[in-house]
């Protein structure tokens, strides 16, 4: 049974923070897609992605943490993943995204260990 995404903004000390709990797939992406443009995100600052109530990810979901990837990458911001459930991480490690993405046990956790680049 498909669990909708929500999908909570809020803005940290570090830079934005996404908040995901359900699905991710190809239903709900297109959703995740479309609040990136919206993030205040500048030089210096970390993009936290926090799917600690995340039930499920589909390639759909991983090319859109990707898409957030690069759409941080691109502001000369970072970015970092947060409470990634033990299903998600084992795909992951199989895909190799545990190399591209910093993981923490918690979005504070990410945030805490944050270092800002010169911007």
Known sequence: MTQRLTLRT???PAGA????????????APEVRAALPGLDLRPGQQLVLDLGDVTFCDSSG???????????LTAGAGIA??????PVSRIFRICGLDQVFPVHPTALAAET???????
Do not use: F, K, M, Q
């Open 10 to 12: 809020r803005t940290a």
């Open 17 to 28: 923070v996404i908040e995901l709990a359900g699905d991710l797939d190809h239903h709900s």
């Open 62 to 72: 991983i090319t859109v943490l990707i898409a957030a990837r690069n759409h941080a």
């Open 81 to 86: 993943l947060a409470a990634v459930p033990d």
């Open 113 to 119: 260990a944050w270092r800002p680049t010169a911007g």
